[in-house]
C-alpha cells in the first residue's frame, strides 16, 4: 500500500492537473529499508561533507580559481593583487562580491574554497527538497546522496569557480518552476525568474536556463501560465540581472563585457567534440546515468511534466555547450542535480513486481537500498581518488588545483624582486603567479592578434626583444602547460637556452616511475635569464 | 710537496711585502682596502642634457616649477608674451643650445628671464625649453625617485657644455679654459681614477660600444666624437699608452660580466653612447639602459653594498627656475636631474643637499680615504645624507619603463548595494511563496470541520 497519497487538483494559474504530492507512488518498504536508507543517507551526507572538505586546501588554486577569487580580493580593495584582477573581468561578479566580504583581511585560499564548498552542500540540499518535492522524501534523499558523493559535483565544488554557485542557482530554479506548477501560485513563477537572474549573475551562461525554462513549458501544453506572469517572472530576472550591467556602466567598462564575448564568439575550440563524451559521464557516474535513463523507461507509466521539467533543464545545457566552440569539463554541472532525481526516482520508485505481496515488496525494498548503497559506493570511491592531487604532471582545466603552482609562486613573492616580470608557458600560470608571487608574468602562447586571445591577457608581442630590453627576468616551465602545448614548450625553452637560463627553483611531485619506485617529477622550473 | 711549500711560502711573503702584481682590472673588490661606509661599490653615470625642471618639474614635493611661471618671448618687447610651462609628450624636439653665452643669456645676470628669447634672437623655437617631461614619459626615473632618492639641488658643475662638466666628474676641475679637448691632451692633470689606482682600489670605466681606436688623438667625426667628452680619460696619454692603466676602460658589456661574475669594481665610472638622452635623441633608450644597469646590480651579489647614482652633465638649453650659486668662474650651471639608487638610500627622499658632479668625487674620497683632487671637490657637499645606514640593506624593486596599467576603480557601495538588492529580490518572493503556502494552509485547517478528517 502507498504511504503517500496523490492529491490531484486542477489549478487555476497553470491550467494543469498537477498532483501536490509525488507522481510515482512510493512503493513500501520494509521498516527496516526505510531506517536502512536513513542510516545510508547520515553515512553518505556526512561524507558528501567530508569529501568536499578533506585536504580542501592541500594544492593550491588553478588559473580560474586565481583570476575569480582575485576579483574578490580586488573588489575589497587588496593592495597586491588589485593590480594584477581587474575588477570587471570577464563574468558577472555574485560569487566574487559575496567572497570579496570575508577577503578585507587577506586573500586566503581555504575561506574561498569553503565557500564554494558551502554553496556545494547548498546544492545537496536544494536537490533533496526538489527531489522531495516530485517524487517524495525517499526520491530525495536518494538523489541528494548521490549528488553528495557524484564525483563531478565534489571535484567542482571544492573549486572557487563559478560553476558551484550556477548549478545552485538552475537547481534552486528548477525547484521553484516546480513549486509554482504543483502550487500555481505565480509568486513562485517570479521567483523562479529571480534565481534565474540569479543564475546568470554566478555565469553570463546562466542565460541558457532561460532556454530549459521555455523548453519545459513550450513542451508541457497543459501548463499554461498567464504571458502576464510570465512578463512580470522576466522583469525579476532583469531586475536581478541588472548589478552586472549597472556595475560595468559605472565602472565605464561596458566595453570589456563585449571584448569578451566576441572573443568567446569566435575564438578556435579548446578541446574537440567528443570532449563531453569522455570526461563528463566518468565523473557524473555511469550507474547514475544508466538509473535515469533506465527510470524513464521503466516508470514511463508514471510520465508527467516533471521528468520534462528535469529533462529540459538536462537536455538544454548539454545541446548549448556541445555546440558553443569553448568546452570545460565543469560547464556540463548543472546537468548533475536533474540527472541525480531522475536517477533517485528510479532507485525509490521502481519495484520489479508491483503486484507482488507486502512481504515481497519490502523485501524489493531492501534490495532498493542494497542498490542505492552499491551505486553510493561507486560514486564515493572514484571521487576519493579524484580530490587526491594529480601525480600524473598533467591537469585537466577544471577538474582540480594545480600542484606546485602556490609553492612556486610563493617562492617568487619571497624572493624575486619586486617589479621583476616574469614569462610563463600560458595564461593559465601566468594567472597563478600573478595570484600568488604578486608579479607580472605573461604567458608566451597568449596570441598577439586581439581576435585570438582573451582580452583579459596581455600579449608580449616579442618575448625576445623584452628579454634583451631587460623587460623579463624570470622564465616559469611548468608541465602542465607543457603536456597541452608542445610548440609553445620548446619555444619557451629555447629563450631559456638563447639567455643563460639558470634554473632557480623547482616544484616537484610525487610520482611512480616507469620501474615502479616513487620519484620527484619536476612540474614546475623557474629560470633567471639575463640579457 | 716540499717544493710546493717553498713557492706557496714566497708567493705568500711577496704580496705581504707589497710585490704581487697590481690588481688587474677586473679583479673582485675583497682585495679593495675598507670603507667607512657599507658601500663597496660606487657606480656612477653621467647622461646628457636635461634640466630639473625638464624632467621633475611637477614631481610631488620636489622644487619643481613654481606656479605661474611665464617665461618672456623677450629680453626687450614686454609686448611679445610669455611661454607657460608645457608637457612635451610625445612632441618631436631639438638639440637646444647649450653653450657658456646661452647659459649666461638664459640665466641674466640671476633675473632668470631668458630662457626662451635666448632661442628667439636666433631665430629659433624657444618656446621648446620651457617644455617639461613627467612620469608618462619616465616613469622608470618617476618610480625611482619614489622609492629611492632624488636630489633637487644637483646643480651642474660648469655653466657650459659637456667637456668641463665632465671633466670636474673626473677631476674636480674644469680642465682647460675652453669648453673643448685641448690639441695636445690633459697632461699630468690627476683624475680620481689616479688615487684609486695609487691606493689599489679597483675601478673600471664602462663605455657603451666603446671603440678603443678613438682618443684625442684620433678624434672621430660626428657622433662618435662625443667618446673622448664623456670619456676624459682619453684626453690623457696615460691612460690610453700605459695598459695597467687603459685596460680600466672597458666596454660596458664588462659591467654585466663583473656583476656575474661578481667581480665589479669598487668604483665604476660609466658613459653612454646612443642611450645618453642627449636631444634631440629618444629618453627611452635612456631608461632602458639605466634600468638594466640597475636592474643587473640588483639581481648581483654587489647588490647589499652598492650605490648607483646618475646624474646629466648639463641642462641642455632648457628651463629651471633655480639660479645657481655662484663657486667660481665656471659655475655652477643650472641644476639637472640626479638620482641615487642604494640598498641603504632612504625611500622616496627628496634630497636638497647642494651637489655638483664633484659630490661623486668626494663620496668616493670619503668612502676610501683618497686626497682631494681640486678646491671643488674639497669644498663640496656629500651625497652621504641620502644614505641611512642605520638599517640594513633593502630588498630590491625592479621598475618599468612603460607606464604602470591603469588599475580600475570600482563604486564598491553601488557594487555592493545591488547585488545584494539581486539576491534579496528572490529571497523575499520566495519567502512570499513559502509564507502565502504555509497561511492558506493554516486556513484550510482552521475551516475544515472535524468530521472532514486531516487527509490534506
Known amino acids: 500500500m502507498p504511504t503517500t497519497t496523490s492529491t490531484i487538483t486542477t489549478n487555476e494559474t497553470t491550467g494543469v492537473a498537477a498532483s501536490t504530492r509525488a507522481a510515482t507512488p512510493e512503493p513500501a518498504w520494509s521498516p527496516f529499508a526505510d531506517r536502512l536508507l536513513v542510516v545510508a543517507a547520515i553515512l553518505a551526507t556526512a561524507g558528501g561533507v567530508f569529501v568536499r572538505l578533506w585536504h580542501l586546501n592541500t594544492v593550491g588554486f588553478n588559473s580560474d580559481e586565481t583570476v575569480y577569487a582575485g576579483q574578490a580580493a580586488s573588489i575589497a580593495g587588496n593592495v597586491a593583487l588589485k593590480p594584477f584582477f581587474p575588477i570587471f573581468r570577464a563574468h558577472p561578479m555574485l560569487f566574487q562580491t559575496l567572497l570579496s566580504t570575508a577577503y578585507h583581511g587577506s586573500a586566503s585560499d581555504l575561506v574561498a574554497r569553503l565557500f564554494a564548498a558551502a554553496a556545494g552542500v547548498l546544492t545537496v540540499v536544494v536537490v533533496y527538497a526538489l527531489g522531495k518535492l516530485l517524487y517524495g522524501r525517499r526520491a530525495g534523499l536518494i538523489a541528494a546522496l548521490l549528488m553528495a558523493l557524484m564525483p563531478y559535483h565534489v571535484i567542482v565544488s571544492r573549486q572557487m569557480l563559478l560553476d558551484g554557485p550556477l548549478t545552485l542557482f538552475a537547481t534552486l530554479t528548477i525547484y521553484l518552476i516546480a513549486r509554482f506548477v504543483i502550487s500555481g501560485r505565480r509568486t513562485w513563477l517570479y521567483a523562479a525568474g529571480g534565481a534565474l537572474g540569479l543564475t546568470f549573475l554566478s555565469k553570463e551562461v546562466g542565460l541558457i536556463f532561460v532556454g530549459a525554462g521555455y523548453a519545459f513549458f513550450a513542451l508541457s501544453p497543459k501548463i499554461r501560465p498567464r504571458w502576464r506572469d510570465f512578463g512580470v517572472a522576466l522583469v525579476v530576472m532583469a531586475a536581478v540581472v541588472s548589478p552586472y550591467p549597472l556595475s560595468m556602466v559605472f565602472a565605464g567598462r561596458t566595453h570589456t563585457g563585449g571584448q569578451y564575448l566576441t572573443w568567446q564568439l569566435f575564438r578556435r575550440p579548446n578541446h574537440s567534440v567528443t570532449f563531453y563524451a569522455t570526461h563528463v559521464p566518468q565523473a557524473i557516474g555511469p550507474a547514475v546515468l544508466v538509473l535515469a535513463v533506465a527510470g524513464l523507461w521503466l516508470l514511463r507509466r508514471h510520465k508527467s511534466w516533471r521528468e520534462t521539467l528535469l529533462l529540459s533543464f538536462v537536455g538544454v545545457p548539454i545541446v548549448f555547450f556541445a555546440l558553443w566552440p569553448v568546452k570545460g569539463f565543469q560547464y556540463l554541472l548543472p546537468t548533475a542535480a536533474p540527472l541525480a532525481i531522475l536517477a533517485g526516482r528510479t532507485l525509490a520508485g521502481w519495484v520489479p513486481d508491483r503486484s507482488a505481496d507486502a512481504p515481497k515488496r519490502r523485501r524489493q525494498g531492501s534490495v532498493a537500498v542494497l542498490m542505492t548503497v552499491v551505486v553510493l559506493a561507486t560514486l564515493a570511491v572514484p571521487s576519493w581518488h579524484r580530490i587526491h592531487p594529480t601525480r600524473s604532471g598533467a591537469v585537466l582545466a577544471g577538474s582540480g588545483g594545480v600542484p606546485g603552482g602556490r609553492e612556486a609562486g610563493r617562492w617568487i613573492a619571497d624572493t624575486v624582486p619586486k617589479g621583476a616580470e616574469l614569462m610563463t608557458l600560458g595564461p593559465s600560470m601566468a594567472n597563478i603567479i600573478e595570484f600568488y608571487g604578486h608579479r607580472r608574468a605573461y604567458g608566451l602562447s597568449v596570441s598577439p592578434n586581439p581576435l585570438h586571445r582573451n582580452p583579459s591577457y596581455s600579449a608580449l608581442s616579442n618575448p625576445d626583444l623584452a628579454i634583451r630590453n631587460n623587460d623579463l627576468q624570470y622564465i616559469v616551465w611548468d608541465s602542465f602547460s607543457a603536456s597541452r602545448s608542445t610548440f609553445f614548450a620548446e619555444k619557451l625553452l629555447e629563450f631559456v637556452h638563447k639567455y643563460n637560463g639558470r634554473a632557480v627553483h623547482t616544484e616537484t611531485v610525487m610520482a611512480t616511475g616507469p620501474d615502479g619506485r616513487r620519484v620527484a617529477k619536476p612540474v614546475i622550473t623557474i629560470y633567471e635569464v639575463r640579457p | 710537496m716540499k717544493s710546493h711549500r717553498f713557492i706557496a711560502a714566497v708567493a705568500a711573503g711577496l704580496v705581504t711585502l707589497g710585490f704581487a702584481p697590481s690588481a688587474a682590472a677586473g679583479s673582485p673588490a675583497p682585495a679593495d682596502p675598507p670603507t667607512k661606509t657599507p658601500i663597496k661599490h660606487f657606480v656612477v653615470l653621467m647622461q646628457e642634457n636635461h634640466s630639473f625642471d625638464n624632467y621633475f618639474g611637477t614631481f610631488p614635493g620636489a622644487d619643481g616649477i613654481p606656479a605661474g611661471t611665464c617665461m618672456p618671448n623677450s629680453r626687450t618687447d614686454p609686448k611679445a608674451g610669455c611661454v607657460t610651462p608645457f608637457h612635451i609628450g610625445g612632441k618631436a624636439i631639438i638639440d637646444l643650445d647649450h653653450t657658456p653665452t646661452v647659459s649666461a643669456r638664459q640665466l641674466n645676470h640671476g633675473k632668470m628671464d631668458g630662457f626662451v628669447s635666448v632661442f628667439n634672437e636666433r631665430n629659433r623655437e624657444g618656446s621648446l625649453a620651457m617644455g617639461y617631461y613627467d612620469q608618462r614619459e619616465l616613469p622608470f626615473y618617476w618610480d625611482i625617485a619614489k622609492k629611492y632618492v632624488l636630489f633637487d639641488k644637483y646643480f651642474t658643475s660648469a655653466a657650459g657644455g659637456s667637456f668641463w662638466n665632465h671633466m670636474f666628474w673626473v677631476a ?223 630588498a630590491p624593486t625592479f621598475f618599468s619603463t612603460v607606464p604602470a596599467p591603469h588599475v580600475q576603480r570600482a563604486n564598491h557601495g553601488l557594487l555592493y548595494g545591488t547585488y545584494a538588492a539581486a539576491v534579496a529580490i528572490p529571497t523575499l518572493l520566495a519567502g512570499a511563496g513559502f509564507f502565502g503556502a504555509r497561511r492558506r494552509r493554516r486556513v484550510r485547517l482552521a475551516t475544515v470541520r472535524p468530521d472532514e478528517g486531516g487527509n490534506i
Not at chain 2, 246 to 274: C, E, F, N, W
Not at chain 2, 301 to 314: I, L, N, R
Not at chain 2, 351 to 366: A, C, G, P, Y
Open chain 2, 172 to 394: 674636480g676641475t674644469a680642465g682647460t679654459p675652453r669648453d673643448s679637448i685641448p690639441s695636445e691632451g690633459l697632461g699630468a692633470l690627476p683624475t680620481i681614477f689616479d688615487r684609486l689606482q695609487e691606493k689599489g682600489i679597483s675601478w673600471k670605466f664602462y663605455v657603451q660600444n666603446y671603440d678603443p681606436k678613438i682618443n684625442f688623438r684620433h678624434p672621430a667625426e660626428g657622433d662618435r666624437g662625443s667618446q673622448t667628452v664623456w670619456v676624459p680619460l682619453l684626453d690623457y696619454a696615460r691612460f690610453i699608452d700605459d695598459p695597467a692603466l687603459s685596460s680600466h676602460i672597458v666596454d660596458m658589456s664588462q659591467y654585466y660580466k663583473d656583476l656575474r661574475d661578481g667581480t665589479l669594481p669598487a668604483v665604476a665610472y660609466v658613459a653612454p653612447s646612443g642611450a645618453s638622452e642627449h636631444p634631440p635623441g629618444d629618453l627611452q633608450p635612456g631608461q632602458r639602459l639605466i634600468r638594466t644597469m640597475i636592474t643587473e646590480l640588483m639581481r648581483s651579489s654587489a647588490w647589499p653594498s652598492s650605490a648607483f647614482m646618475w646624474a646629466y652633465d648639463d641642462w641642455g638649453g632648457w628651463y629651471d627656475h633655480v639660479a645657481p650659486p655662484q663657486v667660481d668662474k665656471y659655475g655652477y650651471g643650472f641644476r639637472a636631474p640626479s638620482l641615487l639608487v642604494s640598498p641603504y638610500a632612504r625611500q622616496g627622499q627628496v634630497n636638497s643637499t647642494q651637489l655638483d658632479s664633484t659630490s661623486m668625487l668626494k663620496f668616493i674620497e670619503d668612502n676610501w680615504g683618497l686626497r682631494p683632487l681640486a678646491e671643488r671637490d674639497a669644498k663640496a657637499n656629500s651625497p652621504i645624507s641620502a644614505f641611512d645606514f642605520s638599517k640594513g640593506p633593502r
